[in-house]
């Protein structure tokens, strides 16, 4: 699997445009013996299709498919700069990470820096880097801030077919573990944890080791357990190395402090995430969260203009290539776009920003809704229909 490394780091770059900062990269792929000199060419077309900017100061310069041929390795080589290089629409690249890959196997590092990419604070940390191990420590999340919460709907699982707790515990563990939070220790020390019994059918397990990234997950039996002749009707996991977790634990404190812990299982998985989220969180009872989200569901419908569902095709889903498409296509009209992943429930977002769209986490078969307001919304979402239809770029 290709991964990024502190010698693939050059560090204290400098490049008056995106064109030098290529020209650069490509020149240094082809001297490490990546890729044949012609790849530069393939490197410069791509970005004249279609620009390589993801976010928070990070650019991926590639060869087009057509230059594959002129690949003889895969590798990377990642320039920062310092002072930024104008990678177009006044998006400033502190990192560029040129990517010379045979097939797909530059996938890995678009997954990875997609997690990254929903961080704060990323940009500036970028700028103020002196050393490539920090670098590489920013680009594979291991610096993320106290803050810093992976807590998703995804994350929320209801129905499971369990008949013990070891059982919950395990799938919580993996919940935790895809979600890049914690590691195999950590997955084993879950495991073999002994969960508290908060009350009403709801247990806790916290790890602090093997912990990559503070987050939560939550396993629901489909039909209710006993352990140590309490009934189980949720597990917590909490895996935590900050005190990003605390928002979630006052939220439990207090639903079990009104009797309300019962309800929790009534939310959507959304509702539940939203009402344990540091920014969000209040101490509100679950009925009242589950309240608020009609209220919500019933004022966007009525201030939804155009609309539109459609289907992603692509294999490999919306990453950086077809993502970049799909947003280029949202900023040619002046209406208010907005997307959510209907396949998880996601939260709305703006479709004009690569950063948020990619962490949607759109993968091949998911579902895109969009919404749109202004006086051109229904030719916008005309345009993305048909955009995606067509594969976003990659002939899907």
């Known amino acids: 699997m290709l991964a990024l490394n502190a010698q693939d780091i050059h560090m204290q770059q400098h490049a008056a445009s995106k064109q030098d900062a290529i020209k650069a990269i490509a020149g240094l792929l082809t001297q490490k013996g990546l890729v044949e000199a012609g790849y530069q060419d393939g490197m410069l077309a791509r970005e004249a299709q279609t620009s390589t900017y993801l976010g928070s100061g990070i650019a991926i310069p590639h060869g087009t498919t057509g230059t594959r041929d002129q690949v003889k390795q895969t590798g990377v080589q990642v320039f920062h700069f310092p002072d930024g290089v104008d990678w177009g629409d006044g998006n400033l690249a502190y990192v560029a990470i040129g990517i ?24 500036e940390a970028l700028q103020k880097v002196e050393r490539a191990e920090e670098v590489v420590a920013i680009l594979n999340g291991e610096t993320t801030g106290a803050q810093s919460l992976t807590f998703k709907p995804e994350m929320i699982l209801s129905g499971f077919p369990a008949s013990d707790m070891t059982t919950l515990q395990a799938v919580g563990a993996g919940l935790l ?30 790890v602090n080791q093997g ?44 639903w079990k402090a009104d009797d309300q812990l019962a309800t929790c299982i009534d939310l959507s998985p959304q509702a539940l995430v939203n009402a344990c989220s540091p920014q969000t969180s209040t101490g509100a ?43 280029n296509t949202a900023k040619k009209f002046d209406a208010d776009i907005q997307v ?51 594969g976003l770029g990659e002939h899907a």
Do not use: Y
């Open 340 to 390: 959510a992943n209907a396949s998880t429930q996601s939260d709305s977002v703006n479709a004009k920003s690569l950063m948020k769209v990619i962490a949607l986490g759109v993968k091949h078969g998911h579902q895109l809704h969009f919404t749109a307001q202004g006086s051109d919304a229904a030719q916008a979402i005309s345009a993305l229909g048909n955009a995606i239809k067509d």
């Open 100 to 123: 010379a890959a045979k097939s797909d196997e530059h996938l890995s590092i678009l997954r990875q820096l997609t997690r990254v990419l929903s961080q704060e604070g990323v940009e």
């Open 285 to 327: 009872s679950p009925a009242a969260a589950s309240t608020d989200e009609r209220q919500k569901a019933t004022d966007k419908a009525i201030q939804e203009g155009e609309n539109g569902t459609f289907t992603i095709t692509n294999t490999h889903g919306l990453h950086a290539r077809p993502g970049a498409m799909l947003v």
């Open 211 to 254: 912990v990559e990234q503070t987050g939560v997950s939550v396993v629901m039996p489909a039909t209710s357990l006993t352990h140590h002749a309490q009934s189980v009707n949720a597990l917590w996991c909490i895996a935590a190395n900050n005190a990003a977790h605390l928002p979630v634990l006052k939220t439990l404190t207090q």
């Open 177 to 206: 573990k895809n979600h890049h939070c914690i590691n195999h220790e950590g997955v084993s020390q879950l495991v073999a944890g002994n969960p508290i019994h908060l009350g009403q059918g709801h247990w806790l397990l916290g």
